[in-house]
Antibody, heavy 119, light 107 residues
Framework: QVQLQESGPGLLKPSETLSLTCNVS?????????WGWIRQPPGKGLEWIGS???????YYNASLRSRVTISVDTPNNRISLRLSSVTAADTAVYFC?????????????WGQGTLVTVS | SYELTQPPSVSVSPGQTASITCSGD??????ACWYQQKPGQSPVLVIY???QRPSGIPERFSGSSSGNTATLTISGTQAMDEADYYC??????????FGGGTKLTVL
């Protein structure tokens, strides 16, 4: 069973850099899936941030591209997210998720999410 | 950027059929999938590739697509189905895009 667990600071100040880690268990992240991040501001909908794969292309949401870096750490079976110059608008629950990017792209497995507040 | 449009809310009586739509330009050229999200929980994939159900998802959940509109149908809706539902597609330019979400209320 694939399990994903996000971790990282829950409170940031404006202009700081958000750094989150997602530990993956039950599956090797070097085995074909894409892995990425999705966020959800309080009371609002889902927003895809980006997805990456070991030795593969990284895709980013164009609206966040200039501030986002997603990395795949295969030795430790985890993925990371860095989002620079945060503002209050970046306050959200951040989910990591596996992306099956075949003919029908979908996010199969999700972490429980971690709330990041910028204040 | 690419957008998917969903109705903000849908209401249904227990035991009846609920339908939630998702529309977007050229959606007919892509596959749609659907997620269920209950309060305080992570989204769960309930339909992928327009009409495929992942293992463990009840048969009352089904999906269809016609033209540029995808539809999630819940037959025999139960109280436990009350949740937010999101459609999602993958566009070659925008990449992953989610609809705005639909709150399903089981009255």
């Amino acid at each position: 069973q694939v399990q994903l667990q996000e971790s990282g600071p829950g409170l940031l100040k404006p202009s700081e850099t958000l750094s989150l880690t997602c530990n993956v268990s039950g599956f090797s992240i070097s085995s074909g899936y894409y892995w990425g991040w999705i966020r959800q501001p309080p009371g609002k909908g889902l927003e895809w941030i980006g997805s990456s794969r070991h030795r593969g292309t990284t895709y980013y949401n164009a609206s966040l591209r200039s501030r986002v870096t997603i990395s795949v750490d295969t030795p430790n079976n985890r993925i990371s997210l860095r989002l620079s110059s945060v503002t209050a608008a970046d306050t959200a629950v951040y989910f990591c998720a596996s992306l099956r990017l075949a003919a029908a792209a979908r996010f199969d497995y999700w972490g429980q999410g971690t709330l990041v507040t910028v204040s | 950027s690419y957008e998917l449009t969903q109705p903000p809310s849908v209401s249904v009586s227990p035991g009846q059929t609920a339908s939630i739509t998702c529309s977007g330009d050229k959606l007919g050229d892509m596959y749609a999938c659907w997620y269920q999200q209950k309060p305080g929980q992570s989204p769960v994939l309930v339909i992928y590739q327009d009409n495929q159900r992942p293992s463990g998802i009840p048969e009352r959940f089904s999906g269809s697509s016609s033209g540029n509109t995808a539809t999630l149908t819940i037959s025999g809706t139960q109280a436990m189905d009350e949740a937010d539902y999101y459609c999602q597609a993958w566009d070659d330019t925008t990449r992953a895009v989610f609809g705005g979400g639909t709150k399903l209320t089981v009255l």
